[in-house]
Every structure is written in C-alpha cells, then in structure tokens.
C-alpha cells in the first residue's frame, strides 16, 4: 500500500515536528487533546487503523485484539518498553509491533546517575530548605550525606541501559557488579570493570546502592520483593528508573518508612500514575514522574523511529525494530 494511504492513528500528542512529517507522509490521525484514549477509543482506533502508534498507558491487550480491524497489520510503539502490549496475541492475529530502543539509552543512564547522586547526597532534603527559607546558614553537621566514590553499586539488567549505567558510575569511582540472565563477554566485563554476579541474592546483601535495568515481564514482576528486599543492607539505596512493577512497591515503602532501607530514588511505580501515598513526604526519597527519557533530542529520536519503522513497512519490509518472540 502506498504510505500516503496508509491510516495511522496516534493516540498521544508527540513533538510537533514528528506530527509535522508523519502528517507528510501518511494518512494521520492525531489527538490535538492529548487526552489519554479510554479502552472505547482505542478499540474504535484499532478497528479503523491500518497501523496504531501507541505509547506508554495505552493497555493494548487481548481483548483490544480480538476486536481489532482486518486493516490493522502494524502496531508501531512510541518508546522503547512494550510490556502494555500483548505482543504474543497481536503477532499471533499477524499484527507486527515494533518499538523504540536504543534512543532512550544515554538519557534514562543520566537520569539514573543523577538519581544514584542526589538519594545519597539528600539533594531533595537541601532543595526543599531553600524553597521553604529554613536554611540557618552553613553547619559542620548539617545535611550529612554518604560518598559515592568507593560505593558498590549493583545493576540488575546489563542491557544497553544497565552498561551505560556502568561506564558513568566507573567515572565517580563507584565499583560496578551486576546479575544479568547471561553474563556479559569478558572484553565487556573488563572494559566496565564490572563483577557478574550469578546469583541475584547474593549481588542484593553486598551492594549500597541497586539500580533497576530489567523490563517489566512475567518473570521480573516483584524481582524485587520482600524477601529479597531484606537481603539489602540498611544503609543501602534503591534506584528505579525501569518498570515499578520489578519492585513490590508496598513492601519497599515499608522498610522505607521503617528505617530497613536508607533511601530510594523511584522515576516509576508498580501503578503507573497510581503512587503509593506513603511514599510521599518521606526526606529519604526522591520521587519523579517518569521523566527519565524526558529530553527533547531523545523524544525527537523517538519520532524517527516510529517513522522509519511504519516506512519500511509501508515499502513491504519488516520494521527495523519489530518486536520478535526471542525478545519475550
Ligand atoms: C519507554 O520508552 O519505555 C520509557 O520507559 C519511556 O521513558
């Protein structure tokens, strides 16, 4: 089918110049409100799309599926994380998925670093000072953090964002071990100066500071768990810049508030939007909306990339960065 033809419908508003050129290239629906779709309106765009831009919240699922109309063959994710998808369904009814890696990979790191430094350092608890004029002057003993540099930091997930993880924290002297599904090859390992743990347990009691790098599956919901969490030292932080599901976020707010985990840094939460009320308020945590991809460059990448994945389906080709079933 030639592009122009092509019906594709964006249930999210994206930068204005990523609108611009999919509106020159295709047959665009865009939604000017950028309200999110509720599960009529999306049914009703996956009935008459031929190809369906979703993005993060949209929960395409089974039952979305099942209804879907015949003209729907491409269903091309606007971001990198795809765990709103039922990716084995769609492909299972001949609708590809494609998504958005390796654009986010340098800015979700960066937001991790600055996350990784500011729990410990208690930027939050500084900031706030000054916003609210309770600042007394300067105090030998005043707003006491800990040292990054010599601190084991352990990365679950050595994926493009856990090794872009590793090589900035090699740069504030932070020593780096991880636990992956398959261990890195060694040059990798070397180059990173990274220790592989096989076991996650035991990577978990030895580290001061975790970072969460796995996405969000069947088999790293709650990865994080009470348990697992008590295997953590007290004085150890928490940073969480993937999926909130990999934490169970009540058992985490618990020793939070009990003083068994010293501090986290949480970019996501186990309920989307839905955040555990007694997360808030709390000086050793630091709390942000999802915005850990959030640059302007990245997001225009992003926008590429659904363009060129939709083109090269349009031209009678698999997507660059279709989902496989090896991703699962
Ligand atoms: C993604 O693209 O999945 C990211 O989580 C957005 O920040």
């Not at 508003?13 to 000017?32: G, I, K, S």
């Not at 601190?151 to 679950?156: A, D, E, P, Q, V």
């Amino acid at each position: 089918m030639p592009a122009k033809a092509l019906k594709v419908i964006l249930t999210r508003r994206l930068p204005e110049p990523v609108e611009t050129r999919m509106n020159e290239l295709f047959d665009v629906e865009l939604n000017a409100t950028d309200t999110p779709m509720s599960r009529e309106q999306l049914s009703d765009a996956m009935a008459r799309a031929d190809v369906l831009v979703p993005t993060l919240g949209d929960r395409v699922d089974q039952g979305l599926l099942a209804q879907a109309g015949d003209g729907l063959r491409l269903i091309a994710n606007y971001g990198a994380g795809f765990d709103h998808i039922d990716v084995q369904t769609a492909l299972q009814r001949g609708i590809m998925v494609s998504n958005t890696p390796g654009v986010l990979t340098d800015d979700t790191a960066d937001m991790t670093m600055a996350m990784i430094l500011s729990v410990p350092r208690r930027l939050r608890e500084g900031n706030l000072q000054m916003q609210q004029d309770k600042w007394e002057g300067w105090s030998p003993t005043a707003l006491m953090g800990h040292r990054i540099g010599g601190k084991r930091l352990g990365i679950l997930g050595m994926g493009r964002i856990g090794q872009a993880v590793a090589h900035r924290a090699r740069a504030f002297g932070l020593q780096v071990h991880y636990h992956n599904r398959r261990r890195l090859h060694p040059d990798t390992e070397t180059a990173l100066e990274a220790t592989y743990w096989e076991s996650f347990d035991q990577m978990l009691a030895r580290v001061d500071i975790l970072t969460i790098h796995v996405p969000h599956t069947p088999s790293t919901f709650h990865l994080l768990n009470a348990r697992r969490l008590k295997l953590m030292k007290p004085s150890a932080f928490v940073i969480n810049t993937a999926r909130g599901e990999v934490i169970d976020e009540n058992a985490l707010t618990r020793m939070l508030r009990a003083g068994e985990i010293a501090g986290a840094g949480l970019d996501v939460f186990e309920n989307g939007n839905d955040v555990n009320p007694r997360l808030r308020g709390l000086d050793n945590v630091l709390l942000l909306p999802h915005m850990s991809s959030a640059t302007v460059e990245g997001r225009l990448d992003m926008g590429e990339k659904v363009i060129i994945n939709i083109k090269t389906y349009a031209d009678g080709h698999r997507p660059p960065d279709q989902v496989v079933p090896a991703m699962l």
